[in-house]
């Protein structure tokens, strides 16, 4: 693959939320509101899981917060705030990336689109296969936009592509996910008009239902002695 197009492939352009916008759940109750992202985000749990509910199955995320604090508390701050449900997956190159993370309300868009994160430090956990990593434009400009390499992307790792976390389960998902449309999709198209775009011009892309924290399992009591 040309090696520009391939950088060209993985760059985002940064996108946002709005405070106080609604979301409705599929039973037409009102959903809490998306917040908008804070300054610095609050300090997320050191591990944690969260599992994408897609119209093609679903995959769990795994987040190691060492790897890379600053994304991983936003991470954790975004699912939290149901930021990523009914987000498409806009851009899908097989044997390389999976990148999704514009939020499909315009309005609530907006301020995430400029909320930017300082680079984490690069601590040497590689771009491999199922590992999950965000979109920049350059230094320092990292939002809520997402991708998970489909193969082994070593060459990204000292691009300032810091990966915060990885598929744990569901990756044969995540490989199947609706690659029709490639690059196709416009950004700019999504974060102005959102879901009604999508939905409209790439009918069979496939979107994240929801993206939820899981609760840790529960510790088994030891056996009492009998």
């Not at 350059?138 to 998970?148: D, E, K, P, S």
């Not at 976390?165 to 959102?194: C, F, H, M, R, W």
Request: proline letters at 6%.
């Amino acid at each position: 693959m040309n090696r520009f197009l391939t950088l060209v492939m993985v760059v985002a352009l940064a996108t946002g939320v709005v405070w106080g916008q609604e979301k409705k759940t599929a039973k037409g109750k009102k959903a809490e509101p998306v917040a908008a992202p804070k300054p610095t985000p609050p300090k997320g749990p050191e591990t944690f899981q969260v599992e994408f509910k897609t119209t093609c199955g679903d995959f769990v995320i795994e987040v190691t917060r060492k790897w890379a604090p600053v994304g991983a508390d936003r991470f954790h701050e975004a699912v939290s705030g149901r930021f990523y449900d009914d987000c498409g997956f806009f851009r899908v190159v097989p044997n390389f990336v999976v990148q999704f993370g514009i939020n499909g309300d315009p309005k609530v868009q907006a301020m995430w689109r400029k909320a930017f994160l300082k680079d984490d430090r690069f601590v040497g956990k590689s771009n491999l296969k199922g590992y999950v990593t965000y979109a920049t434009a350059g230094a320092n400009t990292r939002t809520a936009q997402l991708f998970i390499n489909l193969k082994n992307n070593a060459f990204l790792d000292q691009m300032g592509f810091t990966p915060f976390g990885k598929v744990v389960k569901g990756l044969a998902t995540v490989e199947k996910i609706n690659a029709e449309y490639g690059q196709s999709p416009s950004q700019g198209q999504i974060q102005s008009s959102g879901n009604a775009y999508l939905k409209r011009k790439f009918p069979r892309m496939d979107f994240i239902k929801t993206a939820r924290v899981l609760k840790p399992a529960a510790k088994k009591k030891p056996a009492e002695k009998k």
